[in-house]
């Protein structure tokens, strides 16, 4: 090789699917995450008022919990790494971001269907039907949108693009 002769370095090839899935999952964890602050807060400056607490007696079941608020955004927090790792094409942010969508959504779906019988039992039916309707919708959308990202994520196209990745470092 001569030093006339220009270089042949080609960069490893990016696809717009997993630059775009990236910047959006980061942009809406961190919005999750500030929601989910704002939850708790809410929460703790209404837990002190009477009207909460004869509500709280009403209905002991129908609480926010911070606990599950907190494990929530330590997920949102988990997935906003994992995309950072999805951007910069690692493949542990790959398998971390598809396990964590996986966790994510079996998390959502339980909650769901906890807050739905929560609120049955109080409503005794009343206007549930539309309710169960809505919750079936969107458990399926949600679910076929996450299965339809782990299989592309799971591509041979996909996994390939981090293996380039890989091989530059």
């Known amino acids: 090789m001569t030093y006339d002769e220009p270089l042949s370095y080609q960069p490893p090839k990016r696809s717009r699917f997993v630059t775009n899935l990236a910047l959006f999952s980061i942009m809406v964890g961190i919005f999750l995450i500030f929601q989910n602050i704002s939850n ?29 608020t907190i494990f929530e955004i330590l997920l949102q927090f988990a997935g906003i790494i994992a995309s950072i790792g999805l951007f910069i094409r690692r493949n542990w942010g790959r398998i971390s971001y598809m396990v964590l969508l996986s966790v ?66």
């Open 40 to 68: 708790l807060m809410t929460t703790n400056s209404l837990e002190n008022s009477p009207e909460y607490r004869m509500a709280q007696q009403m209905m002991p079941s129908m609480t926010v919990s911070p606990t599950a």
């Open 104 to 169: 994510i959504t079996v998390w959502e779906i339980v909650s769901s269907v906890q807050s739905y019988l929560s609120l049955s039992k109080y409503l005794q039916g009343f206007g549930m039907e539309s309710s169960l309707n809505l919750l079936i919708f969107g458990n399926i959308l949600a679910l076929g949108i996450n299965i339809y990202l782990i299989w592309k994520l799971s591509t041979k196209e996909v996994r390939d693009e981090f293996q380039q990745q890989k091989n530059i470092d």
